[in-house]
């Protein structure tokens, strides 16, 4: 007889059982945080305690299977992270992420050649196709110093570094909104003028150049929110305060290219003075804001803004959001009940549960801004303080949620400014 027999189970002459599908079956249950997969194996993965990087083989032929079964059910709290060792994935090269976060899932993938690299054969892995890698720089831009509003910018570099001012471009405001589009590119919107509520935009390229104003398109607001999602660069501009000061939960989408769309009905709570991060795969999450609330809205990876979640932790407006780690998210800071400017902080889980409040660290204050940088850090940068002077330091935030204690200032001092993460390279 010829050929190759994978697996003789029963070891006795005569009697030859071969692996379902060809695969030979890891008879050791993965529970460790990282594996090295071969091709033509099966593996049961457990992540009931951690998160399991997965690192496949750096070289593959077409038609070469691999079958990964979550164990224990657990994938939708500690997903897995696919590192496709320099092959591509779904036609994306390594440096895109790909992670599953589905519980109960099986990911069953096959080597189509170099173009497309691996491929899911499974159904479910359309919710969790490659993400965009993080990105790596930030930039801050905006607010108002004392009585004067301002364009300034200071771009921040991928250690955290706050560069000095640089002169900005676009009309001045303060209250507006800004994220991350395109994957490596960022957006400010909307604002307040000192004595005008604006639509307008402006676009910065992944150099971190801002783009002159963009005639806005939907309800004219400040005290806005935005956020990113989805796998192919979307985002969106949402909640706020119009021209008649009325509090609204209108939706503006920002498709790939940074064009905004036309007012969508919200969910959730009219309100503004909120903050928003990125999380998990592709999603997003609103919270806090007007009157105190702890009220939280969730961003699915289609952009559909849900309805209102009892939050939790101090209630407060004019705080700041980012994300940070591997999914996860951090809000902190901004103004309490009883004029109390706080450094409390609230962690968000990959699955988008918003923990307790945590002691905090540096200076309370209120009208912060925040963003990723770094690939997987945050900072909080200036606000103003219960005197009403504004400040100008920085907060970094560690890969595992950790805020720092107050970095003298760089940037002019100010509040109501806003931040985004651009740029995929370092």
Known sequence: MSGIVQNNTVRSSGTIAVAAGGLN???AVITASTLTAEASKGYFINTTSNICTITLPSAAEVGDQIVFVDYARTWGTYK?????NGLNYQGQDDTYVVEYATSGETLDIVYSGASKGWIPQNDDVVVDAPSPPPTQKAIIGYGRVGNTFVNTKNLVNSSGVVAADATGVGTARRSLGATAYGGDKAIFGY????????????????????????????TARSGIAAVAYGSTGQAMFAYGENASSTLVNTVNL????????????GAG????????????????????????????????NQGVVGSDNTGAGTGRGS?????????????????????????????VSFTGVVASDTTGVGTGRSAVSASNYGGDKAF????????????????????????AADVSAVATARESSAAAGYSYSA
């Open 80 to 84: 897995i992270v696919i590192d496709s």
């Open 269 to 300: 709570t009219a309100r503004a003075s909120l903050a928003s991060a990125a999380y998990g795969v592709g999603l997003g999450i609103f919270a806090y804001g007007s009157s105190n609330t702890t009220k939280t809205n969730l961003v699915t």
């Open 25 to 27: 079956w890891d008879s």
């Open 191 to 218: 604002g307040l003028d000192g004595s005008n509520r604006l639509s307008m935009t402006n676009l910065v390229n992944n150099s971190g150049v801002v783009g002159s104003d963009v005639s806005g398109v939907g």
């Open 254 to 265: 920002v498709n790939s290219s940074g064009v905004v769309a036309s007012n969508s009905s």
């Open 319 to 347: 705080l700041g959001g980012a994300s940070y780690g591997t999914g996860l998210a951090l809000f902190a800071y901004g103004e309490a009940a009883g004029s109390n400017f706080t450094n409390v902080s609230n962690k």
């Open 380 to 403: 909080f940068f200036g606000g103003e303080l219960a005197n009403g002077n504004n400040v100008g330091m920085t907060n970094l935030v560690s890969n595992t949620g950790v805020v």
